[in-house]
Structure formats: C-alpha cells, structure tokens
C-alpha cells in the first residue's frame, strides 16, 4: 500500500469533510456529529447517474448519515480532489439540512453559501469554493484515489446470453434450436415430417434439478 498522510481514499474524505465543517458552521447549518464517507457505487450501481448519494441517519442502524461518491469519476487526475470535494460538500449539505429537504430552499441557501454553483440537483464548485477549498486539500495532501475502469473484468456476475435449446424428433432425428420462452409460450415445434409429430426438447433449466442461488465471487 502506498504510504502518504491518509491510509486510505475514506480518512480522506473524513478529513476533508472535517475541515469543511467551519464553513458549514459559518452558514448556521452545522454539520452531523455522525457521518461516514465512502467512495463506492451509488444504489443505483455503476450504471447509474448519480455521483453521489447522501442516506439519512435514520436508515442507518447506528445513526450515521452515509455518504458515497462513485469510484468511476472520469475528472483529469489533478482536477479529482476538488471535484470530489465539491460532490462531498453537496452531499453534506444534505446532511446538514435533512434528507427530506431536498434540493429546495434550505439546500440553496447553504449550497450557494459554500460557492456550488449551476442547477441545486447538480452543482459544480465555483471560484468561490475552490478558494475555500484550497488550503483545505492543502492541508489533508494527495487523495489516494485513481479513477476506476468499469467496462473491465471483475468478479461480477457476466451477461449471459440467451440459450438456445436443441429440439428433437424421436422419429427421424430431425433438429432445431429454439430460446426457452418459445418453448414455456407454445411448447416444443412440430416435426415437419407429416405424422412425425411434436419434438422432443433439452430441459428447461428449472428441470435440470435444485441447485445453490448464489455463486462465489
């Protein structure tokens, strides 16, 4: 592990918040006492849009707010730790002002206070937080963090692609393939043999006997 004054990208995070708290208090909008910082997906999962989510602390099981911020940001290696800074405060304004107050008029007061600019659903840092910001990240040093490569291999389950089931003539061998909701909707094909009847098919896979829900990783 590279050594460096933060362990790892959440002590990070941590310190950052920590050292944004005065500008929160300034705005009489003081921060939690409990909050976790992550970076990691977003309930929506890598697929999803949001850069960020903020949960309130009361579907946590010890009270804490819990904040992510997607590991996939594709911001230029020195501009990261602002940016991530800025999806940081947004975040804490969420928990400073109540999950239930949404990106309305609470939000904003405090939002443009810490210099977010642009539309209160997606803000972006203005000159006036990268300021404020500065001496913070100066303070806390490099973010030990790199943009993370989705659209590589990984232990996640793969796509799997649509089987094709063999159906077969008992009498003349005669054979086709067809996808399984074909065989569930109309049943297996007709030989087009006259008299030869309907074929034979492979197992739909809820015959092919009981086995574990889950695989390992």
């Not at 911020?69 to 999806?87: E, G, K, V, Y």
Request: net charge negative; hydrophobic share 40%; with cysteine.
């Amino acid at each position: 592990m590279t050594q460096g004054k933060q362990d790892n990208r959440e002590s990070w995070l941590n310190r950052v918040a920590a050292g944004m708290a005065p500008l929160f208090e300034a705005l009489d909008a003081p921060l939690p006492a409990r909050i976790r910082v992550a970076i990691g997906f977003t309930s929506a999962g890598r697929k999803g849009k949001a850069i960020g989510e903020c949960w309130d602390n009361r579907l946590s099981a010890d009270g804490h707010f819990e904040i992510f911020i997607r590991p996939d940001l594709a911001h230029a290696p020195d501009a990261m730790p602002a940016q991530i800074a800025a999806i940081l405060a947004h975040e804490l304004v969420h928990a400073a002002v109540g999950i239930p107050a949404g990106h309305g008029k609470a939000f904003k007061r405090v939002a443009l206070g810490l210099g977010l600019v642009g539309p209160m659903r997606a803000t972006t840092p203005g000159e006036a937080f990268l300021a404020a910001v500065a001496p913070i990240l100066e303070a806390v040093g490099p973010l030990p963090h790199a943009r993370l490569d989705t659209d590589g291999e990984s232990t996640a389950p793969k796509k799997q692609k649509t089987r094709m089931l063999k159906c077969e003539c008992a009498t003349c061998g005669y054979t086709v393939r067809t996808a399984r909701k074909w065989l569930e909707l109309a049943g297996a094909p007709l030989c087009p043999i006259e008299d030869h009847g309907r074929m034979e098919h492979e197992p739909l896979d809820d015959d092919e006997g009981e086995g574990d829900d889950e695989g390992g990783g």
